[in-house]
């Protein structure tokens, strides 16, 4: 009981630490933005392009990165959205999606929670104008029209995650010690003035360049807090669990951003550059002469021995 007690009394201390070392980064709770009404309404205010003119080799980095069509994908997130809704809202028996007019931003939350977290700043409209225009997109595409697709494709890629996703509104994680997005403020490594008529202001995020951060949408597992419960990205748990576990000690950011030298184009497994960074790749082959049998006599065959090692700090592929 003793020992017990004796630990639980460290164990608030750390809490007290913690909570006395808090930066006080953000502030109160911010009254919510209005909510778009449309897809361009959401996108201009999360347009990243207004950075390019002071930060142009990072908005570079960042347009080559997966974040930039977070929606689209490879192209292959747009399409998995309309799987969702075929092979599962539609198909729930509590869901109440039968068909894509009952789309609301909730249902569509299973995939934006991580492609498109500001969707919450939007009105049930704009959930099913983006099915609209995903649909649209498929269909321009088996259609032959090249030009139409392309623009609904540019429309897709409008919806992403741009500079003020992470440097704002999902910048801050523990908020009730380091206090809560302020709407005029850009968060990163410096705290003073910024040279912009929107976002005045600069503040460190205690947790921006460390892997937790990047927890947030690469996540453990199931997102439990939602509805209905989905499980796609689970780098995050795998990292905590078989990485950090067994004396790992690198963060997202120092293999993704810098030893990788992508910067904010930051990518997965199918770069080239991380792929050889994750993965060691050992092939051994011989050919031999086989006897087969007396009709088919001596027969030429070829064995090829592949062994894959994963250097890399969680399970390889993940969302």
Known sequence: MKRALIFGLIGCAGCIVLALNASGAGGPKPEPPPKATTIAELAE??????????????YDEWE??????????SPRTAPTIITTI???????????VKSD??????????CAKCHLPQLDEATDDVAREIVAT??????????????KAEELEETIESLNIGCMVCHNKIALIHKYADGYPQPDTVYGGQEGDHDDDEYSLMAEAPAIGESIFCGQCHGQGPNFELE????????????????????????????????SELG??????????MIEMALDVKVESQSLFWRKNKEEGVVPI??????MYNKSGHAIPDG
């Open 264 to 273: 904010h184009n930051m990518q997965s497994y199918r770069d080239d550059s």
């Open 228 to 259: 209905h419960p989905s499980q796609c990205a689970t780098a995050y748990g795998s990292y905590l669990f078989a990485y950090v576990a067994h004396g790992g000690s690198e963060s997202c950011q120092e293999c993704h951003m810098y030893k």
């Open 64 to 73: 080559e990165s997966l974040h930039a069509r977070s929606v689209l994908g």
């Open 101 to 110: 007019d009952d789309i609301t931003v909730e249902h569509l939350m299973l």
């Open 45 to 58: 205010r999360y347009d990243s392009s207004r950075c390019a003119d002071c930060h142009e080799e990072i």
């Open 302 to 307: 070829g064995v090829i021995d592949v062994s």
């Open 134 to 147: 995903i649909r649209g997109w498929q269909q321009a595409y088996r259609d032959g029209e090249d030009d």
């Open 86 to 96: 075929e092979k599962g809202l539609k198909l729930f028996p509590y869901s109440g």
